[in-house]
């Protein structure tokens, strides 16, 4: 062999992937956060779902119809 690093370093890689996926590998769970301004969001929903109850138009009453 003329490049013994190369050899070397393509089995270095070869391995490092082979061996990243591995079943028993360490796992690092994921933190579920909430987002910083969740409260404001869900308070401004109920805020604005309430001004569109109020200014939202009524339906006209139902006329009697002449037969």
Do not use: F, K, W
Request: net charge positive; aromatic share 2%; glycine share 2%.
């Amino acid at each position: 062999m003329e490049l013994p690093t190369g050899y070397i370093t393509a089995l270095d890689a070869m391995n490092r992937h082979v061996n990243s996926a591995r079943p028993d590998a360490p796992v690092q769970l994921e933190r579920v956060r909430r987002a910083p301004l969740d409260p404001t969001r869900r308070a401004a929903a109920v805020a604005l779902r309430r001004l569109a109850d109020r200014i939202q138009p009524r339906s006209l009453p139902a006329t009697p119809r002449c037969s």
